[in-house]
């Protein structure tokens, strides 16, 4: 993290285009940073975007709505004051965590699942008939919810068995 902050904000980033904030990625001179735009960009870099641009716009809807859920559930970690670290806030975002997980992410839930239902290629894809960024950027989500929702658990492994069938 000190290597990342130091990047960002103490002139890490020399002669790089710039970044406002972490997560951020380099290759060489191209550095770039928004967390839905470096999920694309490796998506196209790696194989993992649809050619097609009505079929890749649709993987980026995903993308950005993902984006909304992690903001949101930011907000439930940080009840008191937002720009404030979690740990000055712990007690206080309980019930915030609770509510998150009990009534805003099922509603995340319910929508993904309905994508998975209305893509005619099925098989389990986001977008189309094989595996894209939409896929992975869903998938982690639950990972790192688990860390700190006990209800996400049996989602979780719902998504576990799902790839593993692929
Ligand atoms: N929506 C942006 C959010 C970036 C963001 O807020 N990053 C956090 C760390 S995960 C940060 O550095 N916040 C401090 C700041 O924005 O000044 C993204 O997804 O990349």
């Given at each position: 993290m000190p290597a990342i902050v130091d990047f960002c904000w103490k002139g890490g980033n020399k002669g790089g285009f710039p970044v406002r904030a972490p997560p951020a990625i380099r290759k060489?001179?191209?550095?770039?940073?928004?967390?839905?735009v470096i999920m694309a960009y490796l998506g196209r870099r790696f194989g993992l975007m649809p050619s097609d641009p009505e079929a890749a716009a649709h993987v980026e809807q995903v993308l950005g709505v993902v984006t909304d859920a992690v903001a949101e559930g930011r907000l439930a970690f940080h009840p008191k004051d937002f720009f404030a670290s979690h740990k000055t806030q712990v007690d206080e975002s309980v019930p915030y965590i609770k509510q998150y997980g009990e009534q805003?992410?099922?509603?995340?839930?319910?929508?993904?699942?309905?994508?998975?239902?209305?893509?005619?290629?099925?098989?389990?894809?986001?977008?189309?008939?094989?595996?894209?960024?939409?896929?992975?950027?869903v998938y982690q989500l639950p990972e790192l919810w688990s860390e700190c929702v006990a209800t996400v658990q049996p989602i979780k492994f719902c998504f576990k068995f799902c790839f593993i069938r692929h």
């Open positions: 060489g001179g191209f550095v770039l940073c928004y967390t839905p805003r992410l099922p509603k995340y839930l319910a929508h993904w699942e309905d994508i998975l239902k209305h893509n005619p290629e099925g098989q389990g894809f986001m977008v189309g008939g094989s595996v894209t960024v939409a896929d992975l950027a």
